[in-house]
């Protein structure tokens, strides 16, 4: 029986098996996830991103950060110091938030893997179409928390798991590369480990203060 890759749970349920795959339940952060020995290895990962076609001036991908852009920036002062986490290829979100006068590291394992920039710390951080993707979400958290200045904020875009009838046929499921599946209440089960403020906006954003 694995752990819960969120909150640690020894106790997890199974969930479904689809199509070879065994999904499995937390019953205490309400997390669904892919079973450990299935998730893709970082090859499968690197080619599934490569396929992605996200340029920074593409309107209509902006456009898909526009509301979790206008959550964060808020509640933040201009020229303030921010972490892109998990930016990807195309990091409009980053571009975004430099054009509006903030000062952007990036971070991504396979486009911009200097760690150097984990080691310092952040007002702000940004998490978009991330954190289904991790393999060690429970160790990510307590390191973006460790980047986070304290009063600072973390904004998470992540499509919410909310209807288990419908997870057989989730588009979200089918991506190879999700291997996490979040529900409010796993947001809120974060909160309360780490000390933060959560405010959940379905269906897929989250805006935190540490």
């Not at 599934?48 to 991908?61: A, C, L």
């Not at 990091?91 to 893997?113: I, N, T």
């Not at 919410?160 to 599946?181: E, G, L, M």
Request: hydrophobic residues 35%; glycine residues 6%.
């Amino acid at each position: 029986m694995p752990l819960c890759p969120v909150c640690r749970n020894p106790s997890c349920t199974e969930f479904m098996s689809i199509d070879g795959l065994d999904y499995w339940r937390c019953p205490r952060c309400q997390v669904r996830f892919l079973e450990p020995a299935q998730r893709p290895d970082r090859q499968r990962e690197k080619a599934e991103y490569d396929r992605h076609q996200n340029s920074t001036d593409d309107p209509n991908y902006r456009r898909f950060f526009l509301l979790l852009f206008e959550d964060l920036t808020k509640h933040l002062a201009t020229g303030l110091n921010g972490l892109d986490f998990g930016c990807g290829p195309g990091p409009a979100l980053a571009v975004m938030l430099e054009e509006a006068g903030y000062r952007m590291s990036l971070f991504d394992p396979f486009y911009a893997p200097d760690s150097g920039v984990l080691e310092r710390s952040y007002d702000f951080i940004t998490c978009t179409e991330v954190v289904e993707h991790l393999h060690d979400p429970a160790g990510v958290f307590k390191q973006l928390d460790g980047c986070l200045k304290s009063g600072g904020w973390l904004a998470i875009m992540t499509r919410f798991q909310t209807d288990d009838a419908r997870f057989v046929n989730w588009h979200y499921r089918r991506d190879p590369t999700h291997v996490v599946f979040y529900r409010e209440e796993t947001f809120n089960w974060l909160g309360e480990h780490f000390g933060w403020k959560v405010e959940t906006s379905p269906p897929n954003r989250v805006l935190i203060q540490k």
